[in-house]
């Protein structure tokens, strides 16, 4: 499906972006892995987290879609049912990399996962190797691609340091580690923390310290079962990015963003913005608070002029599904605006280092590829055209703000890749610009 977004005049008021992505498959996961029935609140629904939904119903847990809520009834954590067909991940990176972690623990079972074209080009080995250095088996095709067989065994804690920073690598290794006496994961740079929340909120063992050269060690402990009755889904900031980027570059804008989850570990998009100047207001969480709970608070968010910016590797894992924007906001900003040190873009739904470049550029963006990011150079304007979504959600929605932000407007082909994270954008759009 392909779908042309005009160039905008104003955006304003009042909107609830969809819900956390993350945070979701994360709940459907621990969901089916406590023991007692856990109500979500606001899961996603979308393409990639019914997936997850599907999933775990495939192993067991017994899943129950209502109005406002989603209730699953676990199988508990070493329950796991082996499938005689392939688990479908469908386009979902998370739940391909996090739920090996769990299935990893279930003694003499194997579980075969597989997905779309997409995903068979994603790589697993980065999950492969701390697991069986745990004790569990990995098969995979070409030995890091899936379709790929976990078989599972009874795990041993290790200590892990983190060789490429990753939210869900560290994931997969600490739900493993819930099987074991302890196990710790290091990582020298922060990501996401949503897993080690969840679990602490369930009444897992969850530590962490900060290390002395910086990041953060994780260490979870031999965990019984999971309780948890209760996990309320906020509104996904990397959603919400693509309204707070229309609501900068569009004139005459202003919006309030609702219910927005702004743990720090996921905000560094708003860091980034605030440095270039930007006009987004709301109690975000400060760096390096840790705690059970989701922070959650509302963006307001006016048009304004920005200035260029550096990203460097410190900040690309707490903004990395944003860093597209990143781009497209250069284009406006004043100088040249660089991301360095971003190359696991290079292995999201698409090459996104190449595709954000050629995509921009074909809109009339002065961009230019680097090995590990990109360097924009600001003018103020971008002239519009055709962008090419290659199957990738995030690069959808890029275009579609692009469109808005330009002077000729954006014909998004395959439009329909956005489903996967934002159903329902261009119905967003058109309310706050009526």
């Not at 997969?172 to 302890?182: C, I, N, P």
């Amino acid at each position: 499906m392909n779908a042309r977004f005009e160039p905008g005049t104003q955006l304003r008021g009042r909107i609830a972006p969809p819900a956390d992505k993350s945070i979701s498959h994360r709940a459907a996961i621990v969901g089916a892995m406590a023991s007692e029935p856990v109500r979500i609140t606001n899961y996603l629904d979308a393409a990639d987290t019914r997936s997850t939904l599907a999933a775990v119903r495939e192993l067991g847990a017994i899943v129950e879609t209502r109005a406002d809520e989603v209730v699953i009834r676990g199988c508990g954590m070493r329950n796991a049912q082996a499938s005689e067909t392939p688990i479908d991940v469908g386009n979902a990176g998370t739940l391909m990399r996090l739920l090996p972690g769990w299935l990893a623990f279930q003694p003499e079972e194997s579980f075969t996962l597989d997905g779309d074209e997409s995903i068979r080009r994603r790589p697993v080995d980065r999950i492969a190797q701390p697991l069986e250095l745990m004790g569990a088996r990995i098969d995979a095709r070409e030995g890091r691609y899936p379709p790929f067989t976990v078989h599972g065994a009874a795990l041993q804690g290790i200590e892990y340091e983190l060789p490429v920073a990753s939210a869900q690598v560290k994931s997969a290794v600490l739900l493993a580690g819930l099987a074991t006496d302890s196990t710790t994961v290091l990582e020298p740079i922060p990501t996401r923390d949503h897993t080690e929340r969840m679990l602490l909120s369930a009444g897992a063992q969850v530590s962490r310290e900060s290390l002395p050269a910086g990041g953060y060690s994780s260490t979870v402990g031999q965990t019984d079962e999971l309780e948890i009755d209760h996990i309320a889904v906020p509104g996904d900031l990397s959603s919400a990015a693509f309204l707070i980027a229309a609501g900068v570059l569009v004139s005459g804008s202003r919006l309030v963003l609702e219910g927005i989850g702004v743990n720090w570990t996921r905000a560094g998009f708003l860091r980034i913005l605030e440095r270039m100047g930007a006009i987004v207001v709301g109690e975000v969480e400060s760096p390096g608070e840790f705690g059970a709970q989701e922070p959650v608070c509302d963006l307001d968010v006016s048009y304004g002029p920005i200035e260029a910016t550096t990203v460097e590797a410190d900040e690309v894992p707490l903004a990395i599904d944003e860093l597209p924007l990143v781009a497209l906001l250069g284009c406006f900003a004043e100088g040249e605006t660089i991301v360095r040190g971003a190359g696991e873009l290079r292995l999201k739904e698409s090459d996104r280092i190449a595709t954000v470049v050629d995509g921009l550029r074909g809109l009339g963006a002065e961009i230019e590829a680097l090995p590990d990011g990109f360097a924009v150079r600001g003018t103020g304007r971008l002239r519009g055209g055709r962008l090419q979504a290659h199957g990738d959600h995030r690069l959808a929605l890029l275009g579609a703000v692009a469109g808005l932000a330009s002077e000729e407007g954006v014909e998004v082909i395959g439009m329909d890749a956005a489903e996967v994270s934002y159903p329902g954008f261009g119905k967003d759009i058109a309310a706050l610009a009526s």
